[in-house]
Nanobody, 127 residues
Framework: EVQLVESGGGLVQAGGSLRLSCAAS????????IGWFRQAPGKERLGFSC????????YYSDSVKGRFTISSDNAKNTVYLQMNSLKPEDTAVYYC????????????????????WGKGTPVTVSS
């Protein structure tokens, strides 16, 4: 069965760092794009980063560019999200999702296009 499992969330002070992991199984990981989404209370779920294992493209939204870094370890079927300089407005439940096969991150990352979803991991950034 297809599974995406997020881990690494928690409570951190503003200015601190966290590294999230997204472990995938049950599909051809090397051919898919993996996106990161987040949803704060009362807000829509919004994609902010993506990495394509198919063409190597990456995407960052303006809100996280320069602070977050996405990477992929194909040997472990795992995507990582390094989050630095965290702000209280980063507080949300963070989800990873898979789009593909043969998908790109060249043009962004979109909720409607994702095929498989993890259950999310909460991140809280205190002031």
């Amino acid at each position: 069965e297809v599974q995406l499992v997020e881990s690494g969330g928690g409570l951190v002070q503003a200015g601190g760092s966290l590294r999230l992991s997204c472990a995938a199984s049950g599909f051809t990981f090397d051919d898919y794009a993996i996106g990161w989404f987040r949803q704060a209370p009362g807000k829509e779920r919004l994609g902010f980063s993506c990495i394509s294992n198919s063409d190597g493209s990456t995407y960052y939204s303006d809100s996280v560019k320069g602070r977050f870094t996405i990477s992929s370890d194909n040997a472990k079927n795992t995507v990582y999200l390094q989050m630095n300089s965290l702000k209280p407005e980063d507080t949300a439940v963070y989800y990873c999702a898979a789009e593909g096969p043969g998908s790109t991150c060249r043009w962004g990352v979109y909720y409607y296009a994702m095929k498989y979803w993890g259950k999310g991991t909460p991140v809280t950034v205190s002031s």
